[in-house]
């Protein structure tokens, strides 16, 4: 009986840690950076005030040239710039 409960505890566990994960969740923490958006050859880029950030995740393409306010997880992959994980964004001027 013990081993029962164990077991269908273990399995709940299981099943609520497992779907973040499989939505390609990134971990991390979510920021909010403001900065102009910049089409470059690598991509698109935000240039904010403490640095600048390849943005992926929505396309913003209309919005080239205009300042913004990003949402996302920052990542630090093998680039020349950190990676903005975009969730979300605003135009603000």
Known sequence: ???RITAACLLGLLLTAVPPALAGEAPGT?????????????????RAQDGEYRVKGLD????????????????EEDQALPLLKARGYKVLR
Do not use: F, H, N
């Open 30 to 46: 979510v920021e909010i950076i403001v900065g102009e958006l910049e089409s470059t050859p690598r991509g698109l880029v935000l």
């Open 1 to 3: 009986m013990l081993l």
């Open 60 to 75: 913003m393409s209309k919005d080239v040239g205009r300042q913004v306010e990003v949402t996302g997880v920052i990542s």
